[in-house]
Nanobody, 128 residues
Framework: QGQLVESGGGLVQAGGSLRLSCAHR????????MGWFRQTPGKDREFVAG????????SYLDSVKGRFTISRDSDKRMVYLQMDNLKPEDTAVYYC?????????????????????WGQGTQVTVSS
């Protein structure tokens, strides 16, 4: 099984909520940024949210700001994406991602270029 394992996807009506979870097996990833991406058929993978190693700084795609919240629990080696007020355009496969070496111990929030490994993904479908 992979280093990053996502769960929590599903089918929800517009306006509803889902919480995605990502379990990471590598102990050292607690010192790296973590993030979430999403992808729909025929489109490039899109950065959704990222969080620094301490959990104190986060960054978001403009279209999800105020609706999505990324968090992490390093003791449990878990990363979460709370998604509220979901819209049909949020429908995608969501991927957990781990940060590259330049995010080790870095306080600044990560951006889309700071990730190097992804999980298998979990499907989120929002009906109108």
């Amino acid at each position: 099984q992979g280093q990053l394992v996502e769960s929590g996807g599903g089918l929800v009506q517009a306006g509803g909520s889902l919480r995605l979870s990502c379990a990471h097996r590598r102990r050292d990833l607690v010192r790296y940024a973590m993030g979430w991406f999403r992808q729909t058929p025929g489109k490039d993978r899109e950065f959704v949210a990222g969080i620094n190693w301490s959990g104190g700084e986060a960054s978001y795609l403009d279209s999800v700001k105020g609706r999505f919240t990324i968090s992490r629990d390093s003791d449990k080696r878990m990363v979460y994406l709370q998604m509220d007020n979901l819209k049909p355009e949020d429908t995608a496969v969501y991927y957990c991602a781990s940060g590259s070496s330049n995010t080790f111990g870095r306080m600044a929030p990560p951006d889309r270029t700071d990730f190097e490994s992804w999980g298998q993904g979990t499907q989120v479908t929002v009906s109108s």
